[in-house]
């Protein structure tokens, strides 16, 4: 089955840095990456996802890159704010797999002031 | 908002009850999941549903049980609840098609004494 690793357990930014958080996947025909963030007492709430025929994808301050021959994908935040402070979460997903998804294990991200 | 919704939000039960964690969904998803949370973050999948009467073991070995009478809403169930089973169960649900966000509730924060 998919294994998905998550890099780093715990990221500390100053506001107004960027953050960048790492995951890699092992099923090659894994082809729908989401991230989803987890605030404090709430469920995960999916944030952005990218699809395999795509290397990137912008929405405001958040990025996801994908490199499906090293099977790496990541989530990038710039000018990071104190509200950026969460659990972040990356999933990978075969569509046609019953759309279940396999998360990695769980960045915790402190924006300090 | 997501209109998915868990109760009890917390519950705290001595060893050998019986307990039902409740997970309502309003959105008319066909699919829904149950997941295990670790105090460490990482999401484990228990069991998911891709419609009435339709139910599966996820990819974590529980000793939970699940039913999908209706198409909003999917209890889950330990006969015999153990202080292994302490954990924070999240319910989450999803529309059918190739790249689904998946929408979460609250979670319930189980112990058990």
């Known amino acids: 089955g998919e294994n998905v690793e998550q890099h780093p357990s715990t990221l500390s930014v100053q506001e107004g840095d960027s953050a960048v958080i790492k995951c890699t996947y092992s099923?090659?025909?894994?082809?729908?990456f989401p991230w989803y963030k987890q605030e404090l007492g709430k469920g995960p709430q999916l944030i952005i996802d990218i699809r395999s025929n795509v290397g990137e994808k912008k929405d405001q301050r958040i990025a996801v890159t994908l490199n499906k021959t090293a099977k790496h994908f990541s989530l990038h935040i710039t000018e990071t704010q104190p509200e950026d402070s969460a659990v972040y979460f990356c999933?990978?997903?075969?569509?046609?797999?019953?759309?279940?998804?396999?998360f990695g294990t769980g960045t915790q991200l402190k924006v300090e002031l | 908002e997501a209109d998915i919704y868990q109760t009890p939000r917390y519950l705290v039960i001595g060893t050998g009850k019986k307990i039902t964690l409740e997970c309502s969904q309003t959105?008319?998803?066909?699919?829904m999941y149950w997941y295990q949370q670790d105090p460490g973050m990482e999401l484990h999948l228990i069991h998911y549903s891709y419609g009435v009467n339709s139910t599966e073991k996820g990819d974590l070995s529980s000793e939970s049980t699940v039913s999908r009478i209706r198409t909003e809403h999917f209890p889950l169930t330990l006969e015999s609840a153990r202080p292994s089973h302490t954990s924070q169960y999240l319910c989450?649900?999803?529309?059918?098609?190739?790249?689904?966000?998946?929408?979460f509730g609250p979670g319930t924060r189980l112990t058990v004494l």
């Open positions: 959105m008319g998803h066909d699919k």
């Open positions: 999933a990978a997903s075969l569509t046609g797999g019953g759309n279940k998804l396999t």
């Open positions: 099923d090659s025909a894994s082809n729908y």
């Open positions: 989450a649900s999803s529309e059918a098609g190739p790249y689904p966000e998946q929408f």
